[in-house]
C-alpha cells in the first residue's frame, strides 16, 4: 500500500468518525477516544472495500466506512458497559 491510499484511509476515518460519534452515544469518554476508534473502524472498512470489491465507489467506500466506525463505537460501547 503506497502512503497516498493510507493517508486517504485515514482521512476518511477522520471525516466519519464524527458522524459515527454522533450517531453511536456515550461509547467513549471524550472526542480524542472517539476519533481514535472511529478511525481504526473507518479505515479498517474502506481498506477491506477496497481490497474485496474494487469496483465499488466513492459513496459506497465512505457508507461502508461509517458502518464500520459505528460498529466498532458500538462494540466498544457494549464492552465499556459490561
Sequence with gaps: MDPLSLMIYIAIGNMVAWLAALY???ALPGLIGHVIVSTLGAAGTAYLILRFAPAVNGIGIVGGALVGAAVLLYVTRL???G
Excluded: I, S
Design 24 to 26: 453511536v452515544k456515550g
Design 79 to 81: 464492552r465499556k458497559l
